[in-house]
Every structure is written in structure tokens, then in C-alpha cells.
């Protein structure tokens, strides 16, 4: 239910937006990407209705992480390199903070309310939770060792994160902020993605090749789907009927049928893809490519890439770096449907 809800919010803010001329042709309508730039210490800014890097804003050392409140208004980008994460402003697109956090910030993902980041520290072996109104750490959650991709509920009960050298992913509460159960995957998962349409997380392992899909409500193993080498990170399209996942090593993207969950096809993208989000249109997924320098954008129904857009050195951009633009909260009802 959530998820044909959230298809058609997709679907009418992007047709609300071509309506007022912005934008044309094939190419999908706003919102921006936010692609981080590692070796150049840097984020491009893409505007996705003309597919054109329309700023570059200087952060911190090594940038990796970055999620984007669903409003657009926040986006938070970890740099691992200088211990600390660069806030921006996602209306001016500009930086309006830099604060240290932990030993390593790596993953992170902001909550449907954008008001806090919960952010998986590297090197600490914790998941730091960031009020981004007061811009500080106001608790330290122990995971297991090096976690990775971190994804919170679009209720915001539950946060899930992966636990890279442990194999395992772990769910945590999001009222108490307590471990609730761990679950052993594949080798070394670091990306995730939650699709509350099938209620389900999946996993990209990248040292096991495969990707495990799980029931989310319960955290039990529902199956794993071989896919490309080193599987990286994780999006999903068409009303969460799709699910692709990056594979480093063969410069490549898997296409996932998630109602068979076998692997439909595979896409050529850049050299080294890493990051991966979906677009509002719920039609195209961008792909940073961090040894080409590019972001490719793919048409998510015919397997396509459409473009390819120049950005900086050293593309990772993990995490959601596309604002959803759908409301921050789901009604009531569909809530207490997500993982039910």
C-alpha cells in the first residue's frame, strides 16, 4: 500500500513540475543530486531536468556518505578523511556547517522528518545519532564491527544497519535506540535498501557476490540472488517492482525482479559504479561511477542509459543523494502497515 501511494506521489510531483516548464523531452524533472566526490573533496550538484552539474561545493576531507531529507531541504554528507560531516542547504545549495563526528563517519540516512542522521561510524564500530536542529551527537549506538549502509523506516520505528566485517545486518529501535536482532548475510554486506512495498531489506554483499533479501518485520533470510563482482549499494524503481544494485567490478548494474527476485539483466554503466538512487519519477536510476568521474543515468523499464554526466574526481555518492520528494510522513494507517 505504501509503496503504490509513494509511485503516485512520484508521478504527479514530477508531472506538476514538467507542467512549469521545467522540464523537457525524455529526461525526468527535478529534484537535484548531491554526488560526492572523494579525491576531490568536493559535491557536484546535478540538476536532473537538464542533467547538467549546476555547482560544486567545496566539503570535507574524502566526502563518501551522503543522504538527502526527503523535502530536499538537508543534505548531509560524511567525510571520512577529516572526522567530520558537512551539512548543506539544500534550498541554496550551499554549506552552511561542518561538525566532527566519531572516528570514521561512512553511511548514513536521515530520518522521514529530516530531523536527525543516523550516522555509522567506520573505524568506532557505532551508529552516531546527529539532531540536525542542534547540530551534535546525542547518543552512540554500539553495532558490530565496521558498519556500512544505515536506512531508517519511513515510520522512523525501525533502523537497520549493515555490520561489514561481521557479515551480519543488525535492526535497532528507533524510539528506545536498543539492538532488537541481528541476522548473519552474506560476506561483507555494505549497501541496504528497504522496500516497505514486499516489507522487505535487501543487502548487497560485495565478497560473496550476492545480494540477500529479507523480511524486514522479522529479520529472517527470505532468499540470496547471485549477482555481478562486489556488489556496492542498492535502489529501487517502479513502485519497488525493480531493485538494482551496483557491481564494482564489472563496471555494471544488475536489474532485480522483485516479484521472481532473480536477475532480469544487467546494464553497462561507468568504470567502478558505486552509489546508486532512484529518482522521484520512479522511472531512472543515477549511478556514480568513481573511477570515470561520471553519474549514468538509466532508464529503469528499458535498461538503458540515457546519459552520462561529467561531475569530479572520485564519484562515490553512497547513499540516498536524490531527495524523494514525497511528504515526510505516510498517513496513519499506512504506517502501521510498513513492517507490520
Same mark, same amino acid.
Given at each position: 500500500?505504501?509503496?503504490?501511494?509513494?509511485?503516485?506521489?512520484?508521478?504527479?510531483?514530477?508531472?506538476?513540475?514538467?507542467?512549469?516548464?521545467?522540464?523537457?523531452?525524455?529526461?525526468?524533472?527535478?529534484?537535484?543530486?548531491? @554526488?560526492?566526490?572523494?579525491?576531490?573533496?568536493?559535491?557536484?550538484?546535478? *540538476?536532473?531536468?537538464?542533467?547538467?552539474?549546476?555547482?560544486?561545493?567545496?566539503?570535507?576531507?574524502?566526502?563518501?556518505?551522503?543522504?538527502?531529507?526527503?523535502?530536499?531541504?538537508?543534505?548531509?554528507?560524511?567525510?571520512?578523511?577529516?572526522? *567530520?560531516?558537512?551539512?548543506?542547504?539544500?534550498?541554496?545549495? $550551499?554549506?552552511?556547517?561542518?561538525?566532527?563526528?566519531? #572516528?570514521?563517519?561512512?553511511?548514513?540516512?536521515?530520518?522521514?522528518?529530516?530531523?536527525?542522521?543516523?550516522?555509522?561510524?567506520?573505524?568506532?564500530?557505532?551508529?552516531?545519532?546527529?539532531?540536525?536542529?542542534?547540530?551534535?551527537?546525542?547518543? #552512540?549506538?554500539?553495532?558490530?564491527?565496521?558498519?556500512?549502509?544505515? @536506512?531508517?523506516?519511513?515510520?522512523?520505528?525501525?533502523?537497520?544497519?549493515?555490520?561489514?566485517?561481521?557479515?551480519?545486518?543488525?535492526?535497532?529501535?528507533?524510539?528506545?535506540?536498543?539492538?532488537? /536482532?541481528?541476522?548473519?548475510?552474506?560476506?561483507?554486506?555494505?549497501?541496504?535498501?528497504?522496500?516497505?512495498?514486499?516489507?522487505?531489506?535487501?543487502?548487497?554483499?560485495?565478497?560473496?557476490?550476492?545480494?540477500?533479501?529479507?523480511?524486514?518485520?522479522?529479520?529472517?533470510?527470505? /532468499?540470496?540472488?547471485?549477482?555481478?563482482?562486489?556488489?556496492?549499494?542498492?535502489?529501487?524503481?517502479?513502485?519497488?517492482?525493480?531493485?538494482?544494485?551496483?557491481?564494482?567490478?564489472?563496471?555494471?548494474?544488475?536489474?532485480?525482479?522483485?516479484? /521472481?527476485?532473480?536477475?532480469?539483466?544487467?546494464?553497462?554503466?561507468?568504470?567502478?559504479?558505486?552509489?546508486?538512487?532512484?529518482?522521484? *519519477?520512479?522511472?531512472?536510476?543515477?549511478?556514480?561511477?568513481?573511477?570515470?568521474?561520471?553519474?549514468?543515468?538509466?532508464?529503469? $523499464?528499458?535498461?538503458?542509459?540515457?546519459?552520462?554526466?561529467?561531475?569530479?574526481?572520485?564519484?562515490?555518492?553512497?547513499? $540516498?543523494?536524490?531527495?524523494?520528494?514525497?511528504?515526510? $510522513?505516510?498517513?496513519?494507517?499506512?504506517?502501521?502497515?510498513?513492517?507490520?
Amino acid at each position: 500500500m505504501f509503496g503504490t501511494t509513494r509511485t503516485c506521489l512520484r508521478k504527479a510531483l514530477a508531472a506538476a513540475i514538467a507542467l512549469l516548464g521545467l522540464g523537457c523531452g525524455s529526461a525526468p524533472a527535478e529534484p537535484f543530486a548531491y @554526488i560526492t566526490n572523494q579525491k576531490a573533496n568536493t559535491v557536484s550538484v546535478i *540538476d536532473t531536468a537538464s542533467g547538467v552539474v549546476v555547482k560544486t561545493l567545496p566539503v570535507g576531507k574524502e566526502p563518501a556518505g551522503v543522504a538527502a531529507s526527503r523535502d530536499g531541504s538537508k543534505i548531509v554528507v560524511t567525510n571520512p578523511g577529516s572526522q *567530520d560531516i558537512t551539512i548543506l542547504d539544500g534550498r541554496r545549495q $550551499e554549506v552552511v556547517a561542518t561538525v566532527p563526528v566519531g #572516528q570514521g563517519p561512512l553511511g548514513l540516512a536521515i530520518d522521514s522528518r529530516g530531523a536527525r542522521a543516523y550516522i555509522a561510524d567506520f573505524y568506532g564500530h557505532y551508529l552516531s545519532v546527529f539532531d540536525l536542529s542542534e547540530r551534535r551527537v546525542i547518543k #552512540q549506538i554500539p553495532v558490530g564491527r565496521y558498519p556500512a549502509g544505515v @536506512i531508517a523506516s519511513p515510520d522512523g520505528a525501525t533502523l537497520f544497519v549493515a555490520n561489514r566485517e561481521d557479515d551480519s545486518i543488525s535492526s535497532i529501535d528507533g524510539e528506545t535506540l536498543a539492538i532488537e /536482532k541481528t541476522l548473519q548475510v552474506g560476506k561483507h554486506p555494505f549497501g541496504l535498501l528497504l522496500e516497505p512495498r514486499a516489507k522487505r531489506l535487501y543487502t548487497a554483499n560485495v565478497e560473496s557476490n550476492d545480494v540477500s533479501v529479507i523480511d524486514a518485520g522479522t529479520l529472517r533470510l527470505i /532468499k540470496t540472488i547471485p549477482v555481478g563482482q562486489r556488489p556496492y549499494a542498492l535502489a529501487s524503481t517502479l513502485g519497488g517492482k525493480r531493485v538494482f544494485v551496483t557491481n564494482q567490478y564489472d563496471n555494471a548494474i544488475s536489474a532485480i525482479d522483485a516479484d /521472481k527476485l532473480e536477475v532480469i539483466g544487467t546494464v553497462q554503466v561507468g568504470e567502478y559504479p558505486e552509489g546508486i538512487a532512484a529518482h522521484p *519519477d520512479d522511472k531512472h536510476v543515477y549511478v556514480a561511477n568513481w573511477f570515470d568521474n561520471t553519474v549514468s543515468m538509466v532508464n529503469a $523499464e528499458t535498461l538503458q542509459v540515457e546519459k552520462t554526466i561529467l561531475t569530479g574526481d572520485g564519484s562515490r555518492a553512497f547513499g $540516498e543523494f536524490i531527495p524523494l520528494g514525497i511528504p515526510a $510522513e505516510p498517513p496513519m494507517a499506512e504506517r502501521a502497515e510498513v513492517l507490520r
